[in-house]
């Protein structure tokens, strides 16, 4: 019997969250942010005050500052819309429109300025690399030659800050306290009623799935509002929750983030928030987030932040091997399985309680990722490490302390 239980002991697994899941990417920048899309787990883009256009090819390990038009009009950019690799549509204050056709290289300047032209541009959406609306105080543009020509309307509102369109036909814009709805295009709009009771939070982004889910948030009230059938009919789901950014996954699994780099996660499409695990050093706001997967997320923010997670946002699963003995030397042990595909794992011995870290590094010796810097106890542990963002080739882990440092190497395989 006693040694039954030490076998149970031996296998026994108890779990500890590590302090963050999502985990600063280097912008090179100090400026604000204000948008971020992904196309797929490597291709991005992210923009924001002082002309500010940034691309990653590789999922954000590397965020490269694009030349752009937009600085001679003020560069007070307000979204990136990415058609595909090639396409991608910029906008922004002071009447500013530019496109490029070859992924950043070179640039069209459909408008731009000069400085104290009108208030410009807050939205952008595309259904192919012709045909798209933009959004400003007061009007839509249509366009179905890439920027050409366009269509217009007129909407008696000030602020129009976002917008989405399911088919040609049907779409929404958000502003201060209201939702607009087309069904002719963009040509006519009508107020689609989200009950506000007489007030007008500030509605800055549209969340919305499978084509007829909408979520809005007041950015300067607590308040969140969920249409179920593309804006024929509104409810509130929430009203100790705003925010800024918002993005969905599906009907039920979104986020949004607000002031003082608050991300909140829901699983039952916005009734009920939890805190997610985010920096809490840092201050800025978050003002948008994207996700190119289910577990593959990034956000922008305040003073160039940016953030990424490659779990969905889910906490990090550390296992600790309760074999009964305390370590006597400290040991990273190699991963396995390696080479591996997508995840591997990794033990490691700690013999004093203490913070440590284990970080990934390319051959060049650049930090690409810190899987976690917490607190541990003595013990034996093991995490699952996930490398779906990087490309094939060889890395170093390392586990460090003020103490100690020990280095494995791996090889990744796509």
């Not at 779990?15 to 291709?43: C, E, H, M, R």
């Not at 916005?270 to 289910?294: H, M, P, Q």
């Not at 033990?347 to 590094?361: A, P, Q, R």
Request: a positive charge; charged letters at 15%; aromatic letters at 16%.
């Amino acid at each position: 019997m006693k040694k039954l239980i030490f076998t149970i002991l031996i296998i026994h697994f108890s779990l500890i969250i590590a302090n963050a899941q999502w985990y600063q990417q280097n912008s090179g920048t100090n400026q604000n942010l204000y948008d971020v899309k992904f196309i797929n787990k490597n291709t991005g883009w992210a923009l924001g005050d002082a002309g500010i256009v940034l691309k990653t090819t590789n999922g954000g390990i590397n965020w490269i500052n694009i030349p752009n038009p937009s600085i001679i009009a003020g560069g007070i950019l307000s979204t990136v819309f990415p058609v595909d690799s090639n396409f991608v549509y910029v906008v922004g204050g002071h009447e500013v429109i530019l496109k490029t056709t070859n992924g950043g290289n070179n640039w069209i300047t459909i408008r731009n300025g000069p400085y104290g032209t009108g208030t410009g541009f807050e939205s952008a959406y595309f259904l192919n690399k012709d045909t798209g609306w933009f959004c400003g105080s007061y009007r839509v543009l249509r366009t179905t030659n890439g920027g050409m020509t366009f269509d217009s309307a007129g909407i008696f509102w000030g602020s129009l800050h976002d917008i989405y369109f399911k088919d040609f036909n049907t779409g929404v814009i958000c502003g201060d306290g209201i939702v607009f709805k087309t069904t002719d295009g963009g040509l006519n709009w009508f107020n689609s009623n989200v009950p506000t009771n007489g007030h007008y939070p500030m509605f800055r982004r549209f969340g919305y799935a499978e084509k007829k889910y909408l979520w809005v948030a007041g950015y300067n009230a607590s308040v969140f509002f969920r249409s179920t059938d593309f804006a024929s009919t509104w409810s509130k789901v929430d009203s100790t929750r705003g925010g800024f950014g918002i993005f969905f996954l599906n009907k039920d699994t979104g986020f949004v983030g607000s002031g003082l780099n608050q991300l909140f996660k829901t699983t039952n499409g916005g009734y009920n928030w939890k805190r997610e695990r985010t920096d809490t050093n840092v201050l800025a706001f978050i003002s948008a987030i994207c996700f190119a997967s289910d577990s593959l997320g990034w956000y922008v923010g305040a003073v160039g932040k940016i953030y990424y997670t490659s779990t969905g946002g889910l906490p990090l699963v550390i296992n600790s091997i309760n074999s009964g003995k305390i370590p006597k030397n400290y040991e990273l042990y190699q991963n396995y399985p390696n080479p591996f595909n997508t995840q591997t794992n990794i033990e490691f011995d700690i013999t004093e309680s203490g913070i440590y870290k284990l970080d990934v590094f390319d051959l060049l010796g650049r930090k690409i990722k810190e899987i976690f810097n917490k607190d541990f106890k003595p013990g034996r542990y093991r995490i699952k490490y996930d490398a779906e963002n990087l490309t094939s080739g060889t890395y170093f882990y390392r586990l460090q302390s003020k103490k100690m440092s020990r280095t494995k190497s791996f090889l990744f395989i796509k």
